[in-house]
């Protein structure tokens, strides 16, 4: 009598474990708008230790609104290619843990230093930024692109490294629950 619920457990459990492990493919996730906007250095106020002058500067912030399709999304990479100055810069982050809805973030952000190089340290403008796009990978796997333009990338060089995810920037502990979480080390 005991061997029918307890092969009835096992036989649930493997039901259970197969669904959660249902591979993530396109239509998993649905990229929306793609939003370029300058923003300013935020501003913070230490109580002790010696106040230390600087400037303010301008950062390029890319954000992108996503959707997810499935239950659960152990993780996914978005990669950023922003075309400034004739120039393609790249970067990608990796966002774990995320559920299944709407109204999901991403961001990535270009420093005022990089600005200032790139632009030979003319003032930075929404025009410099010539187009975005972002891909959902997983996996190697394409799960889907989204762009400011919808032309395709052009055939320039590529500068890597130029592109910083939040936690590497001084936006890090502002709008944490805005932001999916990323992941710090493989």
């Not at 039901?15 to 249902?22: E, G, I, N």
């Not at 954000?63 to 996914?76: P, S």
């Amino acid at each position: 009598m005991k061997i029918l619920p307890i092969t009835a457990c096992i036989v649930l459990g493997f039901a259970l474990h197969a669904s959660a492990q249902v591979p993530i493919g396109p239509g998993a996730i649905k990229l929306g708008k793609v939003k370029p906007e300058i923003v300013k250095t935020p501003d913070f106020t230490i109580k002790s230790g010696p106040e230390k002058r600087s400037k303010i500067g301008e950062w390029l912030e890319i954000e992108v609104e996503f959707e997810t399709k499935a239950e659960e999304i152990d993780e996914i990479t978005l990669k950023y290619t922003i075309m400034f100055e004739n120039k393609l810069l790249d970067g990608e982050v990796t966002h774990v843990n995320i559920p299944k809805g709407r109204e999901h973030y991403s961001v990535m952000y270009i420093s005022p230093r990089t600005l200032e190089k790139l632009t030979g340290g003319k003032v930075v403008t929404a025009s410099n930024v010539q187009n975005v796009w972002v891909t959902a990978t997983k996996q190697g796997q394409t799960l889907d692109l989204a762009a400011v333009k919808n032309v395709a990338i052009p055939n320039l060089p590529h500068f890597p490294g130029m592109v910083l995810n939040k936690m590497e920037t001084p936006f890090a502990p502002l709008y944490f629950d805005r932001y999916e979480a990323i992941r710090t080390s493989k």
